[in-house]
């Protein structure tokens, strides 16, 4: 069935308005690449300096977990990183792991009471997730959480390229 709460679009996250934007973080809050580097620039230090106390209160942040910052200078009011995990062998925890981060991201939107959330392709880029797989386990955990929490209106997944762009979509309209 389909949730017309969830959309899909292709395009930059940092320049995506919504309440929320969730971050692919690395455990340490302290930027990277990809997408986390991008929303740290972005940003500006504000992100940063709201990491460093995260770290400081409970040193980083586990996989599968999620925390919240200000978003800074961008459009959102906050951002969620959240870490996911590194493809290894494909083991049913990795698959539980990537639906915890994106569950768990969620769980932290609902308390902030933030309406309008937007996700990257978590785990897809150097974390080496296959992007189909990640693609399922993603689009199940945001449309089973929406079946029971309906303070979220609106969720839209935001894929950097082309090949998520036309996973997403195509999945989205199979259902």
């Known amino acids: 069935m389909t949730d017309a709460r969830i ?4 395009g930059d996250i940092t320049k995506t308005e919504v309440d929320a934007i969730v971050n692919a973080a690395n455990s340490s809050l302290l930027g990277g690449g990809g997408v986390d580097g991008a ?4 940003g500006g230090p504000a992100i940063l300096e709201e990491c460093y106390r995260i770290r400081e209160r ?3 942040c586990k996989t599968g977990e999620a925390v919240i910052t200000t978003a800074g ?3 959102a009011k906050y951002v969620i990183h959240t870490v996911g995990p590194v493809w290894n062998k494909g ?5 539980t792991l990537l639906k915890n981060a994106y569950i ?3 769980k932290l939107a609902m308390e902030n009471e933030v309406a309008t959330v937007a996700f990257p392709n978590i785990s897809t880029g150097i974390y080496r997730f296959p992007k189909k797989v990640a693609a399922e386990i993603a689009i199940d955990a945001v449309k089973a ?8 209106k609106q969720v839209v997944f935001v894929c950097f390229d082309q090949e998520n762009y036309e996973l997403y979509t195509s999945m989205m309209a199979e259902e």
Request: without cysteine; hydrophobic residues 25%; aromatic residues 4%.
């Open 104 to 106: 768990n991201s969620l």
């Open 39 to 42: 929303i740290h620039r972005a």
């Open 73 to 75: 200078k961008l459009p």
């Open 145 to 152: 959480f929406l079946r029971k929490n309906r303070s979220i």
């Open 58 to 60: 409970q040193g980083g």
């Open 7 to 10: 959309t899909v679009k292709q």
């Open 91 to 95: 083991s049913e925890e990795e698959k």
